[in-house]
């Protein structure tokens, strides 16, 4: 199955996105990557990386974020990757997280994921 990362600046933020996901999709790997080491609001490197090699597989990973600095350090941390399959996708990080984990336990593919979870970004709630 396909990995998901949730990255935020908050680490309950992160969490919360988790819970959701896993509400509808209790056997897909996700993980949350929030906030720093000290519990204080930022994103850590260091998380986001540890948080990638625990739901890594030759599937790949798919990474969701929150805004800015999240995108910034989540960057960051590609360029320094060395593992295929790995990609960040802009979407609704609610919404993307919860469709990523449904298409994951439903064993759709990285690009399958990522075409289906781009399209939340024009989704109306009602």
Same mark, same amino acid.
């Given at each position: 199955?396909?990995? %998901?990362?949730?990255?935020?600046?908050?680490?309950?933020?992160?969490?919360?996105?988790?819970? %959701?996901?896993?509400?509808?999709?209790?056997?897909?790997? %996700?993980?949350? =990557?929030?906030?720093?080491? $000290?519990?204080?609001?930022?994103?850590?490197?260091?998380?986001?990386?540890? =948080?990638? /090699?625990?739901?890594?597989? =030759? $599937?790949?990973? %798919?990474?969701?974020? $929150?805004?800015?600095? =999240?995108?910034?350090?989540?960057?960051?941390?590609?360029?320094?990757?060395?593992?295929?399959?790995?990609?960040?996708? $802009?979407?609704?990080?609610?919404?993307?997280?919860?469709?990523?984990?449904?298409?994951?336990?439903?064993?759709?593919?990285?690009? /399958?994921?990522?075409?289906?979870?781009?399209?939340?970004?024009?989704?109306?709630?009602?």
């Amino acid at each position: 199955m396909v990995g %998901i990362v949730i990255v935020s600046h908050s680490q309950k933020l992160a969490e919360g996105v988790v819970e %959701i996901s896993r509400m509808m999709a209790e056997s897909a790997p %996700i993980v949350a =990557a929030g906030g720093l080491e $000290d519990g204080s609001l930022g994103t850590s490197y260091e998380k986001i990386c540890a =948080a990638i /090699e625990e739901v890594y597989s =030759a $599937d790949g990973v %798919i990474i969701l974020v $929150d805004m800015g600095s =999240a995108v910034m350090t989540t960057e960051m941390v590609l360029e320094d990757l060395d593992k295929p399959n790995v990609k960040m996708i $802009d979407c609704p990080l609610a919404e993307g997280a919860v469709l990523a984990a449904v298409e994951s336990a439903g064993g759709r593919s990285l690009e /399958e994921i990522s075409s289906r979870i781009e399209e939340t970004r024009t989704a109306k709630k009602f």
